[in-house]
């Protein structure tokens, strides 16, 4: 039998959930997510994994400027160490990544 979006009402879904919180804004996407992923153990990242990777972009694109690693480091808070160990990571990573191609 296949149900038509506009017969899905916001309480066919478990309230508390990531499913019900985006049936909130949009019952057509959470019937897609659930048709999609439904059942399945999909990994959601945390939200500082995401914050962590905008930060070594943005300490790339400061060094790639040649700025100061100390001047990096004030800016996000982190230690001038902590930002040389980023972009010697970042740099191996960019290398290694362009010999396999």
Known sequence: MNI?????????????????????????LACMIAQQFGGSKEYIQQWKEFQRKAIRRHIMKRAGKLEGTKSIARDVGLSANRVRQIVKQETKLYFSNLTKV
């Open 4 to 28: 038509c979006y506009k017969e899905i009402q916001i309480s066919d879904f478990k309230p508390g959930t990531l499913l019900y919180s985006i049936a909130k804004e949009n019952i057509q």
